[in-house]
């Protein structure tokens, strides 16, 4: 007779809280035993004998039947009980496949079977996935435990893939570990107890003190996962175990530190993602990055087809907007099955926050039937672990878009008042999981966009976002006026660099402060055309600050300050053929700095000139301005605005036809760049000395020199001068004969060529050009070339034609003197010849040795009508 069989439920079976007391008072256990030997808690045994628990797991039972020594009839009583079937309905003891229910899921602690490795090491937990690009975070993690780090927590978001990364840490690690591989899930409300009963359980023993026998010296791991949901328990229950056995290691997981002394945490960081501006060019190269190269394989289980050409855009963005969280990125590419990628991104990129994550991600099945929850909600549950000054500084800090350094950090903290030590504040957020730090330079700090996203939501919610913009407005500015200055000088590339990491936060920064505070955004822009001009964004630059200068609300903005943002747009309108328009406003800058007595900005407007007359057919006057700027910088002691005095100058040399005087001029520009450590102008003047050799007729020359000056102009990232001397290799390739390489320059200065008569940059000759770009001219003479060398002298006088147009007003008039010459030399047209003969005159261009041979001799062998 079943122990406890006088009571019983009205249906007549025994209930199961009777049921389970009777047998383990049968077998003589009391309730902290059975736990032991069930490997369950001992709060979950109290609750199901006290009939707090309608419906318990079917695990849990089987494992209390197994512990108890349960078989046949008394086996089946105890399941039946524990799943008390409705009338006429299947009963559930039977099923293995019920629905798991007991006590509230997070006061339970599930433990796997054991396996045994190749190793002989037994390993009490399920096989891992695979992990894609999170190869060095296991052998990393695995090499930590081998050291005999007794425990390592590995933090981060919810869906960031702790417990999958930790599983296969705990293989990886087996063989290290002989004593045997464990684990534990860790159940809301859990007591110590509970986590040492069930660590004990899974470790093969009953009592603490057996421990060490059992483990015999030999080191054993244990996984400890989902610590946050009791994490003083499990504090106290593994300095028990660590003291008992001292070879125990212990591997964590959650969303915090456990807090023990000597835990080494390792935050698990998302995966990476192409940076921006980057796209795959092909679907192979989705594996260089690991967060596309998951979300290009889960997508192939959703559809058959992979990532097409068109998609990988909206690929690449979509997986910067979910942040590299592998969950995320699962659940998003399962969404392929409905729509295609870009839809996705269409769909979804805006509100990534209310992706669902479908439970938190665990290895135990209980953990996975979780109810669904949104990646709002788990990083809240993060936001929630920190203090309410933590959270107010999170908040602040999402104002940031990129990475930050230090510094950046503590400045927009302080909100103008003084700094204090940051530090703690970011290790912290860095224990949680919430920052992410890559590389070694000063700007490595980044908040997870998930997480940014959030704070910024709650900064709304706050209140709080107007003003934590204007205060990042204000920091970025502050940056970038005190780096500007650097852009000039041996630092340049390093300067460069240094604006481009914030890049994005600049453009956040303009944008709030042209909209709140305009004469902040006015300092801002007139602070960055150098560094506008060196990455190619002339045309988005000068948009920013006419329409700056144009806002009634800068009016009263400092003289001075108007004066750098109109030389500015000034400088950057050199750089797209529009400089009669900046004109005016570079002559009144000039006057103000004169007035003002502001010498740094007189040799800049007056270097701007030098750069803008030209193209007004100006050039005496432009020759006078790089002469005062010469004087006035002599008298100073300004070295570097000496040598770019000099390489004006040059120019002019050029243009009457003294390439020896050019040559001597460009040696002095490279001495006194050398003396101020200016290396681009150093590179220029390799650049000007290409041009140089090829009007003199040495186009061999020309090519190695104008070659290795582009090379050194892409490191430096000066798309405007790099575009110039390919120009230059362009025509001495043309010139030589060398046709493949010659349209291949064609083919990057312009994308796309036409040949004449057809509709396109320069094939229009016509004269009815849509396009007068500097490159339309260089690449029209090009093709002119080309066709002379092979003797068709009709596409030759087109080519040559089309180049005369695009070079119309152009800055630099030789380009149009060259095109002239040739469409003189193709037709022996004395209209032609007039037309060149004025060009000469009004722009005071002569002609060089090569160019009167070719005018000549071409001109002598055209037949007379």
């Excluded at 460009?666 to 050398?674: E, G, Q, S, T, Y």
Aim: aromatic share 2%.
């Amino acid at each position: 007779m079943t122990p406890g069989h006088d009571r019983s439920r009205p249906d007549g079976r025994l209930r199961l809280s009777e049921l389970l007391r009777g047998h383990r008072l049968a077998a003589g256990l009391t309730q902290a035993e059975l736990a032991a030997r069930a490997g369950i808690g001992v709060r979950t045994v109290r609750d199901l004998e006290r009939g707090r628990s309608a419906r318990p797991q079917r695990t849990t039972i089987d494992l209390l039947a197994d512990a108890l020594g349960l078989t046949g009839d008394a086996r089946r009583a105890v399941l039946a009980a524990a799943r008390p079937a409705p009338p006429g309905g299947p009963d559930p003891a039977g099923d293995p496949d019920a629905p798991v229910a007991s006590l509230p899921a997070a006061r339970q602690l599930a433990v796997t079977g054991a396996t045994t490795t190749g190793t002989g090491t037994p390993i009490a937990l399920p096989q891992p996935v695979t992990l894609i690009g999170r190869d060095r975070d296991v052998a990393e993690v695995a090499a930590l435990l081998a050291a005999d780090r007794a425990v390592v927590s590995l933090v981060g978001l919810a869906g960031v893939g702790k417990s999958a990364l930790a599983l296969s840490v705990a293989y990886a690690a087996a063989a290290d570990h002989p004593g045997g591989v464990a684990g534990v899930l860790v159940g809301e409300g859990s007591e110590a107890g509970d986590v040492l009963a069930a660590a004990l359980a899974v470790l093969g023993v009953n009592r603490p003190a057996d421990l060490a026998c059992r483990l015999a010296d030999r080191p054993a791991l244990l996984l400890v996962d989902a610590v946050e949901r009791a994490p003083e328990a499990v504090a106290e229950a593994l300095r028990v175990l660590l003291a008992a056995a001292p070879t125990l290691r212990v591997l964590i997981t959650g969303r915090r530190p456990a807090g023990l002394p000597g835990e080494l945490v390792r935050p698990v960081a998302p995966l990476d993602v192409p940076p921006a501006g980057v796209t795959p060019a092909d679907p192979a190269e989705l594996a260089r990055w690991p967060a596309t190269a998951l979300f290009a394989a889960r997508l192939a289980q959703a559809r058959p087809e992979p990532p097409t050409p068109a998609e990988l855009p909206a690929l690449a963005a979509l997986v910067r907007r979910l942040g590299g969280l592998p969950l995320a990125i699962e659940l998003m590419a399962a969404r392929g099955r409905i729509l295609d990628v870009t839809e996705l991104l269409d769909r979804y990129g805006d509100r990534v926050l209310d992706l669902a994550t479908g439970g938190r991600p665990g290895w135990e099945p209980a953990a996975r039937a979780a109810e669904p929850v949104t990646l709002r909600e788990a990083v809240a549950t993060s936001y929630r672990l920190l203090a309410p000054e933590e959270r107010a500084a999170l908040r602040r800090l999402a104002a940031f878009r990129n990475r930050w350094s230090v510094e950046l950090g503590e400045e927009l903290l302080a909100d103008g008042g003084p700094r204090h030590d940051a530090l703690p504040l970011l290790d912290r957020l860095r224990e949680l999981g919430l920052l992410s730090i890559r590389g070694t330079g000063p700007f490595r700090f980044r908040l997870l966009d998930a997480v940014r996203d959030f704070a910024t939501e709650q900064a709304a919610g706050e209140g709080e976002l107007a003003a934590i913009r204007h205060r990042h407005a204000l920091v970025i500015t502050g940056l970038v006026l005190r780096t500007a200055p650097e852009l000039v000088g041996a630092d340049l590339t390093g300067t460069v660099r240094r604006l481009d990491e914030v890049t994005s936060d600049i453009i956040a920064a303009l944008g709030h402060a042209a909209e709140h505070d305009p004469l902040t955004a006015l300092r801002l822009a007139a602070a960055l055309p150098r560094w506008w001009r060196l990455r190619g964004r002339d045309v988005s630059g000068r948009r920013w600050l006419r329409r700056l200068l144009a806002d009634p609300r800068t009016a009263d903005a400092r003289p001075l300050l108007r004066a750098w943002a109109m030389t500015g747009a000034a400088r950057l309108a050199a750089e797209h053929a529009a400089e009669l328009e900046e004109l005016p406003a570079a002559r009144a800058a000039l006057a103000i700095f004169q007035a003002e007595g502001e010498v740094t900005g007189e040799l800049s407007a007056r270097s701007v000139l030098c750069t803008l007359l030209p193209a007004a057919g100006a050039h005496d006057e432009a020759r006078a301005q790089g002469e005062a700027v010469l004087d006035l910088a002599s008298r100073h002691g300004r070295v570097r605005e000496m040598a770019v005095a000099h390489h004006h100058l040059t120019w002019h040399d050029l243009r009457v036809g003294d390439l020896s005087g050019a040559r001597r001029r460009l040696a002095a520009v490279d001495r006194l760049a050398a003396e101020c450590g200016e290396q681009r102008l150093r590179v220029l003047v390799r650049a000007d000395l290409a041009e140089v050799t090829r009007l003199e007729g040495r186009y061999v020359d020309a090519v190695a020199q104008g070659r290795r000056a582009a090379a050194a102009l892409a490191e430096l990232g000066d798309p405007g001068h790099r575009r110039r001397v390919l120009g230059t290799v362009g025509l001495a390739l043309a010139e030589a004969g060398r046709a493949d390489e010659a349209l291949a320059v064609v083919a990057e200065l312009r994308p796309f060529r036409g040949a004449p008569g057809q509709r396109g940059p320069v094939g229009d000759p016509a004269g009815s050009g849509r396009s007068r770009r500097p490159e339309d001219a260089v690449c029209a003479l090009i093709e002119g070339h080309l066709a002379l060398r092979r003797g068709d002298r009709e596409a030759a006088a087109e080519w040559f034609a089309a180049a005369a147009h695009a070079a119309a007003g152009a800055r630099d008039r030789r380009d149009a003197i060259e095109a002239l010459v040739g469409l003189a030399a193709t037709t022996a047209d004395v209209a032609v010849l007039e037309r060149l003969d004025r060009a000469r005159r009004s722009t005071g261009v002569s002609l060089v040795t090569r160019e009167e041979e070719l005018l000549y001799a071409l001109v002598a062998a055209r037949p007379r009508a």
